[in-house]
């Protein structure tokens, strides 16, 4: 098997490609569940249950849950998801080529392969690559849509940003990570005391059978309500700030292998399993001073003309023709041209990858030959390099970033929540 060979992601990414082969099939399907105005077909829930299965058996520690069990958790997911296409379509969110292309260059990156390499590994498998391309497009169309929807219903003030920044995680724990799994047993909006204490009894009951040895990976799987339950609860590596208050609190003096008590939040009671943790507030960062020229082909400049010109420009900047003046004359990025193409100080990880190698790649003082990103043609120089002390500014990007993110997973839950009750959904199985 080549694919057992692989990392993860590409082996998650083979198993998803199910819901779309449906659109192959020549025999009537039968309605799963209707959906709005759509449905969920039976072909597309037995395919994905049939894929689920496999990436399931991929994780040889992880036992498969009972039958009807893994069926209707496959099917809410479907269910789910084709709530968020349908507003995804209503809102006009679209997928184009390059940013499909851009995804599936980095999962093959991210497996150490060539794009033609994950291909060749996808069909080796008997993967459809045109499929996989397809189901690739409907998961970033699910983010884009969450993305859309989520943020604008999310504020980050300066004052909580100053009072992350007073408090004591603010100070001490900025930079600790922890790689977690969670277990969620969910409540209504306006649940009863009944139902908050059956959800807590069976939040103690998981944490029982989870100190007896089952797997928590396979019970997640099988009881949990959170979206991420067919992947066994896996959540990765989030900040402690990143958190909510409750399970930051929770998971704050656990070690590597510890699982925490059940923990109430306004969704449910989770349960969290620390897998690793990894910390140390960065110190300093490496930045480059740089300017650049950039040219875009355009309606009135083919690709070929914006070739000539930049190795024009690179010509003339080699005669000692004024970098600043080619800049504000020729360049198309018109934020840095204006100040004579100057980027500032940049560091790794803000720039597309094309560009930095070629920054990283420059001696101080010297220009680069003409480049192409997927912006257009880039000529740049290194001005300087310095090795800069962790500032106010960035500290303060940290916090509204982990706020950001802290609201952001709280209001997800919400919103699929939302949505789900919004929605009118007839299972037909």
Same mark, same amino acid.
């Given at each position: 098997?080549?694919?057992?060979?692989?990392?993860? =992601?590409?082996?998650?990414?083979?198993?998803?490609?199910?819901?779309?082969?449906?659109?192959?099939?020549?025999?009537?399907?039968?309605?799963?569940?209707?959906?709005?105005?759509?449905?969920?077909?039976?072909?597309?829930?037995?395919?994905? &249950?049939?894929? *689920?299965?496999?990436?399931?058996?991929?994780?040889? !520690?992880?036992?498969?849950?009972?039958?009807?069990?893994?069926?209707?958790?496959?099917?809410?997911?479907?269910? &789910?998801?084709?709530? /968020?296409?349908?507003?995804?379509?209503?809102?006009?969110?679209?997928?184009?080529?390059?940013? &499909?292309?851009?995804?599936?260059?980095?999962? %093959?990156?991210?497996?150490?392969?060539?794009?033609?390499?994950?291909?060749?590994?996808?069909?080796?498998?008997?993967?459809?690559?045109?499929?996989?391309?397809?189901?690739?497009?409907?998961?970033?169309? #699910?983010?884009?849509?969450?993305?859309?929807?989520?943020?604008?219903?999310?504020?980050?003030?300066?004052?909580?940003?100053?009072?992350?920044?007073? +408090?004591?995680?603010?100070?001490? $724990?900025?930079?600790?990570?922890?790689?977690?799994?969670?277990?969620?047993?969910?409540?209504?909006?306006?649940?009863?005391? !009944?139902?908050?204490?059956?959800?807590?009894?069976?939040?103690?009951? %998981?944490?029982?059978? &989870?100190?007896?040895?089952?797997?928590?990976? !396979?019970?997640?799987? %099988?009881?949990?309500?959170?979206?991420?339950?067919?992947?066994?609860?896996?959540?990765?590596?989030?900040?402690?700030?990143?958190?909510?208050?409750?399970?930051?609190?929770?998971?704050?003096?656990? +070690?590597?292998?510890?699982?925490?008590? =059940?923990?109430?939040?306004?969704?449910?009671?989770?349960?969290?399993? *620390?897998?690793?943790?990894?910390?140390?507030?960065?110190?300093?960062?490496?930045?480059?001073?740089?300017?650049?020229?950039?040219?875009? =082909?355009?309606?009135?400049?083919?690709?070929?003309?914006?070739?000539?010109?930049?190795?024009?420009?690179?010509?003339?900047?080699?005669?000692?023709?004024?970098?600043?003046?080619?800049?504000?004359?020729?360049?198309?990025?018109?934020?840095?041209?204006? /100040?004579?193409?100057? #980027?500032?100080?940049?560091?790794?990880? /803000?720039?597309?990858?094309?560009?930095?190698? *070629?920054?990283?790649?420059?001696?101080?003082?010297?220009?680069?030959?003409?480049?192409?990103?997927?912006?257009?043609?880039?000529?740049?120089?290194? /001005?300087?390099?310095?090795?800069?002390? #962790?500032?106010?500014?960035?500290?303060?990007? $940290?916090?509204?970033?982990?706020?950001? $993110?802290?609201?952001?997973?709280?209001? #997800?839950?919400?919103?699929?929540?939302?949505?789900?009750?919004?929605?009118?959904?007839?299972?037909?199985?």
């Amino acid at each position: 098997m080549v694919l057992s060979k692989l990392r993860q =992601p590409l082996l998650a990414l083979a198993l998803l490609t199910a819901p779309l082969a449906s659109l192959q099939a020549e025999v009537l399907d039968r309605i799963a569940a209707v959906v709005n105005e759509d449905i969920v077909l039976e072909s597309e829930l037995d395919q994905r &249950l049939a894929l *689920v299965r496999q990436q399931i058996k991929a994780r040889e !520690e992880t036992r498969l849950p009972p039958e009807d069990v893994l069926r209707q958790q496959v099917l809410d997911r479907l269910i &789910l998801e084709n709530i /968020q296409l349908q507003m995804a379509e209503r809102q006009g969110i679209r997928v184009s080529e390059r940013q &499909l292309n851009e995804a599936l260059n980095r999962i %093959a990156a991210q497996n150490n392969m060539t794009l033609a390499q994950f291909r060749n590994a996808l069909v080796a498998e008997g993967q459809d690559y045109a499929l996989a391309r397809e189901q690739i497009r409907r998961e970033i169309l #699910l983010t884009q849509v969450q993305q859309s929807s989520v943020n604008r219903r999310i504020n980050v003030s300066e004052q909580e940003i100053q009072s992350f920044l007073d +408090s004591e995680l603010g100070q001490q $724990q900025v930079q600790a990570e922890f790689q977690l799994r969670n277990i969620l047993f969910a409540l209504p909006e306006n649940a009863t005391p !009944e139902m908050i204490q059956r959800a807590e009894q069976k939040a103690q009951e %998981a944490r029982r059978q &989870l100190a007896e040895g089952t797997p928590f990976a !396979e019970l997640a799987i %099988a009881v949990s309500n959170a979206p991420n339950a067919l992947q066994g609860g896996e959540l990765g590596w989030r900040r402690e700030s990143e958190l909510p208050e409750a399970l930051a609190n929770a998971i704050r003096r656990l +070690s590597p292998g510890d699982i925490s008590q =059940p923990v109430k939040t306004p969704g449910g009671f989770h349960l969290l399993l *620390v897998e690793d943790k990894r910390g140390g507030k960065v110190q300093l960062v490496e930045q480059t001073k740089v300017r650049h020229i950039l040219l875009t =082909p355009n309606e009135i400049r083919s690709a070929e003309q914006t070739r000539r010109l930049i190795n024009d420009l690179y010509q003339r900047l080699r005669e000692g023709q004024p970098f600043d003046d080619l800049a504000r004359r020729y360049s198309d990025d018109a934020a840095s041209g204006s /100040q004579g193409g100057d #980027l500032g100080w940049t560091q790794n990880g /803000q720039m597309v990858p094309e560009f930095e190698q *070629v920054m990283n790649s420059t001696a101080k003082g010297e220009i680069s030959e003409p480049f192409e990103s997927r912006f257009g043609w880039h000529i740049l120089q290194v /001005q300087d390099y310095r090795t800069q002390d #962790l500032g106010e500014e960035m500290l303060e990007s $940290q916090a509204r970033s982990s706020i950001r $993110q802290r609201k952001f997973n709280e209001e #997800l839950l919400n919103w699929l929540r939302e949505i789900r009750s919004q929605a009118y959904v007839e299972r037909k199985i």
